[in-house]
């Protein structure tokens, strides 16, 4: 069964410096990757996806993240990170939605001034 | 950027009343899904509906749980007897159809069963 891990529960940046969101899943074939945004009292959305082609993708938000196959990895990057960014971060795996749509824990994003 | 709509954001409700948590997709999408988030846990998938009717379920889908389109443009999730782990976040979800469309998510109702 597919899974999702996202090492870091907590991460803490000021604001300008760069971010890696760490995210390593198990899948048994070719996977869609996410990785959503959840801001306070607000929906999930989604920041950018993988299905296929170019490993680096680029998102919304100035985000970016890169799929490394032979390291299980889809790990999310913004190179200056702002006030507003402060958030949960979810990385999720799926071939399709439903069941095997799957989120990882998340990882909850602060930034200071 | 269209939305799905989540009414209420909040509902609180005594153990063992029913609730019915509404949604309202985007105009033009045909699947929908709902999920949920208990605190500090992952976010789980309860169900999928298209076409009028259930395409899948998880196990935390059980009898206590059912879903409607009512009047093609809502989307409902009712529990029928609520129990205090029943206290999450609830997401409802949409897509136009495709294996790889953009899911849209609302904003989540709070449950919190008392």
């Given at each position: 069964?597919?899974?999702v891990?996202?090492p870091?529960?907590?991460?803490?940046?000021?604001e300008?410096a760069?971010?890696?969101l760490r995210?390593?899943?198990?899948y048994?074939?070719?996977?869609?990757?996410f990785?959503?945004?959840?801001?306070?009292?607000q929906?999930?959305?989604?920041?950018?996806?993988?299905?296929?082609?170019d490993t680096?993708?680029?998102?919304?938000?100035?985000?970016?993240?890169?799929f490394k196959?032979?390291?299980?990895?889809?790990?999310?990057?913004k190179?200056?990170?702002?006030?507003?960014?402060a958030?949960?971060?979810?990385?999720?795996?799926?071939?399709y939605?439903g069941?095997?749509f799957v989120?990882g824990?998340?990882?909850?994003?602060s930034?200071?001034? | 950027?269209p939305?799905?709509?989540?009414?209420p954001s909040?509902q609180?409700t005594?153990m063992?009343q029913?609730?019915?948590l509404r949604?309202v997709?985007?105009?033009?999408?045909?699947?929908f899904?709902?999920y949920r988030?208990?605190?500090?846990?992952?976010v789980?998938f309860l169900?999928?509906f298209?076409?009028?009717e259930i395409?899948?379920?998880?196990?935390?889908?059980d009898?206590q749980f059912s879903v409607?389109?009512?009047d093609?443009?809502n989307f409902?999730?009712?529990?029928?007897s609520?129990?205090l782990?029943?206290?999450?976040?609830?997401?409802?979800?949409s897509r136009?159809g495709?294996t790889?469309?953009?899911?849209?998510?609302?904003s989540g109702?709070?449950?919190?069963?008392?």
């Amino acid at each position: 069964a597919q899974s999702v891990t996202q090492p870091d529960i907590h991460i803490t940046v000021s604001e300008g410096a760069s971010l890696e969101l760490r995210c390593n899943y198990s899948y048994g074939a070719t996977p869609y990757l996410f990785w959503y945004v959840q801001s306070p009292g607000q929906g999930l959305q989604l920041l950018l996806k993988y299905f296929s082609g170019d490993t680096l993708v680029q998102g919304i938000k100035g985000f970016e993240a890169e799929f490394k196959r032979s390291q299980s990895s889809f790990n999310l990057r913004k190179p200056s990170v702002h006030w507003s960014d402060a958030a949960e971060y979810f990385c999720a795996v799926g071939a399709y939605y439903g069941q095997n749509f799957v989120f990882g824990p998340g990882t909850r994003l602060s930034v200071l001034p | 950027e269209p939305e799905v709509t989540q009414t209420p954001s909040h509902q609180v409700t005594q153990m063992g009343q029913e609730v019915i948590l509404r949604c309202v997709p985007i105009s033009n999408h045909l699947y929908f899904y709902w999920y949920r988030q208990i605190l500090g846990q992952k976010v789980e998938f309860l169900v999928s509906f298209y076409n009028n009717e259930i395409s899948e379920k998880s196990e935390i889908f059980d009898d206590q749980f059912s879903v409607e389109r009512p009047d093609g443009s809502n989307f409902t999730l009712k529990i029928r007897s609520t129990k205090l782990e029943d206290s999450a976040m609830y997401f409802c979800a949409s897509r136009v159809g495709g294996t790889n469309e953009k899911l849209f998510f609302g904003s989540g109702t709070q449950l919190s069963v008392l």
